[in-house]
């Protein structure tokens, strides 16, 4: 049994309110810096609960107003956890990696082309622009992949080789366990299949790596075989919203690929990469109901699909920032159930080779899995 598996449910509970409520932080240099914009977990810090890292929201409209506030780290790197200034908790945070003190030789910093998610997963935005952010029509009303580039935190595009060098050094220096390529869409029929194709395939040939590759359903399902030759361990392609009303909303653009085609390119992904091994983001709170997420994780779940389900953070500059974070009773609703169905079926988040899903930082949906 995992450590997440193995919370009490006082510490699960927390996790989960955590997550929906924010934290606010006496000290924001504490620990691995703070997430703000870009794609994946924006706007969190890692904060470690009872030995498990999670992502909390810090920068949010949320977490400005969170009854959590974390006082200033003791000289071993712990803090007290206060709910309306009663200690709780001691709480703790991530050191920094190493590899982040490093450069390319033509003078990009590692911590541009990948970062460190959670405790021991390496990421990055391989395309760091998409067809979707790009027209206000279309765009993705949650999503910042554009903010961290327009900052200066990044690189439009990261090549292959740099990406197998931070790979190398991130483990060697700071023992990471598994990496996420994830991309921005291109305007290509493949929606980025190839990228990360050739972005895998060099991580492989400098180090033995687990590697989750993410992009939309491709038009041609011959890509998951490619993929799965090219390094990849295992898939994500993610949802996000599972009704399409709420998808037209949130997400015009890419409610043009309907939920139908993600079930197929699910099925066909699942006989290339295994059961289990594929995997959906969903962002609860978008408008989803809570039936709604349960019987879309129950469908993909029957496939063989990991549905990992997080709270939605509403991003400081996007459309949706000032969107209210789904109530933490809302959260334990849709995640007891969906833990439940996943124990049932015997597909945990632990027994998954790499990826969103197998870190777990985002959701505490892995602890429900008893």
Not at 58 to 74: I, K, L
Not at 283 to 297: E, F, M
Request: with cysteine.
């Amino acid at each position: 049994m995992s450590a997440r598996e193995n919370l009490p449910a006082s510490s699960r509970q927390l996790m989960t309110e955590l997550q929906s409520t924010g934290l606010r932080l006496v000290d924001p240099r504490a620990g691995v810096a703070s997430r703000r914009g870009g794609a994946g977990p924006s706007d969190h810090k890692a904060v470690i609960v009872d030995g498990v890292t999670i992502m909390v929201p810090v920068h949010t409209s949320t977490a400005w107003e969170s009854p959590f506030v974390a006082g200033r780290p003791d000289a071993h790197g712990n803090s007290a956890l206060m709910r309306d200034a009663i200690p709780i908790a001691n709480i703790s945070f991530p050191k920094a990696p190493r590899f982040y003190s490093m450069q390319t030789l033509d003078g990009v910093p590692y911590s541009h082309i990948a970062t460190l998610h959670g405790a021991d997963v390496l990421a990055t935005t391989v395309l760091q622009t998409c067809i979707r952010y790009e027209s206000r029509r279309k765009s993705c009303k949650f999503c910042a992949i554009g903010q961290s580039l327009a900052a200066g935190r990044t690189i439009a595009r990261k090549t292959p080789e740099q990406l197998a060098e931070v790979a190398r050094a991130a483990v060697l220096l700071d023992g990471v366990k598994h990496m996420v390529l994830t991309t921005g869409t291109p305007p290509t029929p493949d929606r980025g299949a190839h990228i990360l194709c050739e972005s895998a395939f060099a991580i492989k040939a400098a180090v033995n790596l687990p590697i989750q590759a993410q992009c939309e359903p491709p038009d041609d399902d011959r890509w998951f075989e490619r993929m799965k030759a090219s390094g990849v361990d295992t898939l994500g392609m993610h949802l996000e919203a599972v009704t399409p009303a709420v998808r037209e909303r949130i997400m015009p653009g890419k409610a043009t690929v309907p939920v139908s085609r993600y079930m197929q390119a699910f099925e066909a992904a699942v006989k290339v990469f295994g059961r289990g091994q594929v995997s959906t983001y969903i962002l609860a709170g978008l408008g989803d109901s809570a039936q709604a997420i349960v019987d879309t994780a129950r469908e993909c779940i029957a496939i063989g699909v990991y549905p990992f389900v997080v709270p939605f953070v509403p991003i400081s500059g996007t459309p949706l920032e000032d969107h209210p974070a789904p109530a933490p009773e809302f959260m334990r609703s849709v995640l007891a159930p969906i833990g439940a169905m996943l124990a049932d079926a015997g597909m945990r988040s632990a027994d998954i080779k790499a990826g969103c899903g197998k870190c777990g930082a985002c959701s505490s949906l892995s602890s429900y899995e008893v």
